[in-house]
């Protein structure tokens, strides 16, 4: 099973509660009609504070993706329900870093 990260910003003037109803709403949702899409999940983190500023940035938001492997995904990412998602996610965030690698085990969920 391979894992992808993708750290996330949004673009500006992109209103937080706009993506996190998207990534609820339609990203969840498409991932049935991606065979390859084993899981997948986004996380809020806060965004760093500013140097010399009390106020923090806007959040950082980070994707996990677990495929049954990169092929069957890049086939996916052909499909036209993916394209869809790209084409949404565009207009709101952009991805500023990918990590890809190898789960070890089965790892543990209570």
């Known amino acids: 099973m391979t894992i ?6 949004l673009l500006d003037g992109v209103a937080p509660d706009r993506f996190e109803t998207w990534v609820r709403d339609v990203d969840y949702a498409t991932c049935p009609e991606l065979p390859s899409v084993l899981s997948f999940s986004v996380q809020r983190t806060a965004g760093p504070a500013a140097e010399g500023h ?4 806007p959040p950082v938001y980070v994707e996990i993706i677990e495929v049954s492997s990169l092929a069957d ?3 996916d990412m052909q499909s036209p329900p993916f ?3 790209v084409s ?8 500023v870093s990918e ?3 190898d789960r070890i085990g089965d790892g543990y969920r209570a």
């Open 73 to 75: 995904f890049e086939h």
């Open 4 to 9: 992808i990260i993708h750290r996330i910003r």
């Open 99 to 101: 990590t890809v690698g």
């Open 54 to 57: 009390a106020a923090a940035e």
């Open 83 to 85: 394209q869809k998602l």
């Open 88 to 95: 949404d996610f565009d207009q709101m965030a952009e991805v």
